[in-house]
């Protein structure tokens, strides 16, 4: 396809980014600084920057995580330790403005196919330009995947017995209406992530009620919305590069800690938890079955919630929990297994969402269909046998961006010994020690197991016994081994671009 006519008319950059939202962001950031002697361009498919913070306008939509760690390292993070998507869009926003990115950013542009030609060592990209209708082609010799991973259009709903007989609205929390009118409402929301933790206190005081209705618990961190030592460390006049870098390291620290921990004393750490919850429910309150996991802590995602406002809701009646299963949906609300019937003017799905690998772009190499479950990932970042091409998939038990800001390194790296070595051409492939290692699933369901992995597993990439072809979410192990990735290793395979032959020859 390269070689085709469409080819001419195709703008060429040296890198194309896929998204603009923290990762592609942060990739942005990572060329203009670190290869500034390159072309890049950022597509998104949205009407404007923020990728999650800009899909999600439900109430209360905030981070799950610190500022400090999930902020870039380059950007000191100077806002509360827990933020709304608002104070993350400003912040994204100051990075776009202070750097000058937003030359190298278009709108509107969604990716349609790609296609790698080996014979021109570029990829193509067609895209639709969605206030146009327009069709554009774009050529690159590298691709740098920063569109998340979840379907941004569509979140994930079960299909329950019933839902067509039930008389009020239902709303999913990734597609929420501007419209929507909650004020002295019985509001159900279905879920026990941090989506739901978010929308139920968000809601608490407005509605008539909330009752969050969980078909099992999930593990929280209650804590004040504040980060003790970052202010300290403002009180005594300290710069904010310097707080930025060393509440960083700290948080860091204690997460290394307290993974450790939830690893080798998992009883003794959801005790931990469970004691946080109970601070602001009261001793007599029953934790089981309503903040009572049936799995070890870490095996999904620990979300923190500032000030304890989900239990603070609960506490004071404005909001209450149940836990069961849902047998169908009435006319008037959900009917469960228990034989209650809950009833609601609105129910909201947080349910999660569906994954999505690599954007659900079809991909191609030489026109022949490119299918990424039959890949092994090299480190959760490049696939054997996909050419010039890296995919951000962030952290699960540490901040997505952290991984941004180390894969920018490395792929800033990588572009430029390519050119050291006057390859136009980077893939990777098993080495001859792992042609017999096992092949397995993309991630141990046994190390995390969230539902909308587990469902969309067999999409993914897969992963090896050896250490190198695994995404291992080890953060503190990465940020040591990933600078120091020999790029000589056999595991990378490198091509020249082909000299053209004289048609007289």
Known sequence: MASSSKTTEAEHFD??????GISGI?????????????TYLVLEVQEDFGGTWRTHTYPGIRSDSDLYTFGYRFKPWTGTHIATAQE??????EVIEDNDLAPNIRYRHRIVAADW?????????????EDTGETLYFTANFLWMCQGYYNHEKGYTPEWQGMDDYKGQIIHPQTWPEDVDIKGKKVICIGSGATAATVVPAIAGECEHVTLLQRSPTYFIPGRNENELADALREVGIEEEWIHEIVRRRVLFDQAQFTHLAQTVPDAVKEQLLNGVREFLGPDYPMDPHFTPRYRPWQQR???VPDGDLFQGIASGKASVVTDQIDRFTEKGILLNSGEELEADIIITATGFNLSVLGDIPFSKDGAPI??????????????????MAWVFGYFRASWTLRVDLMGDFISRLL???DEIGAAEVRVELREEDKDMEIKPWIDPDNFNPGYLMRSMHLMPKRGTAYIWQHTQDYWRERDELPAIDLEGA??????KKAKVPEDA
């Open 371 to 388: 299918d990424f479950s039959q890949t092994v990932t090299y480190r959760g970042m490049m696939f054997t046998g996909v050419p010039n």
């Open 491 to 496: 595991e990378f395979v490198y091509e020249r």
């Open 117 to 129: 030609s080996s014979e021109d060592k570029l990829w193509t990209l067609t895209a639709k330009r």
């Open 88 to 93: 993350i869009l400003t912040y994204m926003g």
């Open 416 to 418: 430029k010994h390519m």
């Open 15 to 20: 890198v194309l980014i896929v998204g603009a």
């Open 302 to 304: 620990i979300a923190f």
């Open 26 to 38: 942060g990739a942005a950031w990572h060329m203009k600084h670190q290869c500034p002697d390159k």
